[in-house]
């Protein structure tokens, strides 16, 4: 007879139970590294919120200075950049952001709101109209679309976020969960 080396049946599932505890402990601190998606969504809409409105309130051809009426505070009528159409009024804000962005379709204006969709999937809601404007506005983003689940302002997967600006173009947040989430790195603890 041949003397053939080979493992055996029990060294392999030995094997192979080693492999798979090892599997299961590496799985679970990988699924805690996975990146969490409302978190980096929401810093992405923080972002792109920020680095607009500061292009915007900067422009001296959108909002020339005024000293009555200073940043968003000025409606007069422009031209939108790279377009023919006009912006002016309550709108103006809204149009003008918008046209800075990737949008789907075009912004819609009801009541009291601008709303829009970006292309990657964040639903925007604007308020427009700036007498109410000497405090703050608040841009809500749901950062899994319109009808994305579970759509939540509060808890562990919120998905619907607040954004402040200001009419000098500041930008800031004062919900808890955003504040944690732009201090944070975008990982599930």
């Given at each position: 007879?041949?003397?053939?080396?080979?493992?055996?049946?029990?060294?392999?599932?030995?094997v192979l139970s080693i492999i798979g505890v090892v599997a299961i402990l590496l799985l679970g601190t990988l699924t805690k590294s996975a990146p969490d998606k409302n978190k980096a969504m929401f810093?992405?809409?923080?972002?792109?919120?920020?680095?607009?409105?500061?292009?915007?309130?900067?422009?001296?051809?959108?909002?020339?200075?005024?000293?009555?009426?200073?940043?968003f505070l000025n409606t007069d009528e422009v031209e939108i950049p790279g377009t023919s159409d006009t912006a002016e009024?309550?709108?103006?804000?809204?149009?003008?952001?918008?046209?800075?962005?990737?949008?789907?379709?075009?912004?819609?204006?009801?009541?009291?709101?601008?709303?829009?969709?970006?292309?990657?999937?964040?639903?925007?809601?604007?308020?427009?109209?700036v007498s109410d404007f000497s405090t703050k506005k608040i841009i809500k983003v749901d950062v899994n679309g319109k009808e994305g689940a579970p759509n939540k302002d509060e808890g562990d997967d919120q998905d619907i976020f607040s954004i402040n600006i200001?009419?000098?173009?500041?930008?800031?947040?004062?919900?808890?969960?955003?504040?944690?989430?732009?201090?944070?790195?975008?990982?599930k603890k």
């Open positions: 007879m041949k003397n053939i080396k080979a493992f055996t049946l029990a060294e392999t599932l030995i810093k992405k809409a923080y972002s792109v919120t920020e680095r607009t409105i500061a292009e915007l309130v900067n422009d001296e051809t959108l909002y020339p200075y005024d000293p009555e009426r200073i940043g009024g309550d709108q103006k804000l809204c149009k003008l952001f918008t046209n800075k962005l990737n949008i789907l379709g075009e912004p819609a204006f009801d009541g009291g709101d601008c709303t829009f969709e970006t292309t990657d999937g964040i639903f925007w809601t604007m308020p427009v109209g200001y009419s000098d173009g500041r930008v800031n947040v004062s919900g808890d969960k955003e504040i944690e989430y732009l201090r944070s790195h975008s990982v």
